[in-house]
């Protein structure tokens, strides 16, 4: 549990990003001139979006999904109708996982966190949805969805993905993290994890066009 002070949602949300900058934890598994990454959006946001870990840009700019899977999430944001700075977009992890690097390299790559890591972060990603309260929240991978269904709860995310689940009491749709569709950017892809993020505009009472409700139909 964060304690965070009492006050508005700015207040809390800024005594809470300096508790996580000064995290020790946090701190020693960051690199010299690398940062500690806490979520960016609306603190009025209804809709927050979870993510894995920061990655190369992310650690850099200390802002989450700024590299290419956050330039995807973007234009899915923008999909639904949304500015990405009407959203609220944190991640499971405050650090980038670190993997073995020689010295005075860039970390080539990224690793899933570990069990431990996961659970050392979960307790701000929980202190950011109290804040924020949103009224939905939309866990993006593998990761996101162990973070907040519980490690080892379901075997493939396919099992558990495009269904609504629940995280702290909100609403919770699990879908594919942006990377996936990076990988292989096929239309059955993108209308996969648009499917799920029409439910989730449905859910947070957005506008739906039946251009939005078509996208990604074709083959
Ligand atoms: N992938 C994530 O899950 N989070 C980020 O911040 C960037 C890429």
């Known amino acids: 549990m964060v304690a965070l002070p009492e006050g508005d949602k700015q207040t809390r949300w800024n005594a809470l990003h300096a508790l996580v900058q000064a995290d020790a934890v946090c701190r020693a598994n960051v690199r010299p001139g690398k940062k500690v990454v806490l979520g960016v959006g609306d603190l009025e946001a209804k809709i927050m979006f979870v993510g894995e870990a920061p990655g190369a840009e992310e650690e850099i700019q200390g802002e989450p999904f700024v590299g290419p899977a956050g330039q995807l999430l973007t234009k899915m944001i923008q999909g639904m109708g949304l500015k990405r700075t009407e959203v609220y977009i944190g991640n499971i992890m405050n650090w ?65 993905r495009g269904r609504w689940h629940e995280f702290g009491g909100k ?11 990076l990988r292989e950017p096929t239309n059955r892809k993108k209308r996969m ?27």
Not at 171 to 181: G, N, W
Not at 201 to 219: C, D, H, N, T, V
């Open 193 to 219: 994890i648009w499917e799920d993020l029409l439910k989730v505009m449905e859910r947070a009472a957005l506008p739906i066009s039946e251009r939005q409700r078509g996208f990604f139909l074709e083959k």
């Open 96 to 160: 980038r996982p670190q993997m073995p690097t020689a010295p005075g390299r860039e970390q080539v790559g990224n690793r899933p966190p570990t069990e431990g890591e996961l659970h050392y972060c979960l307790p701000y990603l929980r202190a950011q949805i109290e804040v924020v309260n949103p009224a939905v929240l939309v866990a993006l991978g593998s990761t996101a969805t162990q973070g907040l269904l519980g490690w080892g709860s379901f075997k493939a995310l396919g099992d558990v």
């Open 171 to 181: 609403p919770l749709m699990v879908t594919y993290h942006p990377s996936y569709i």
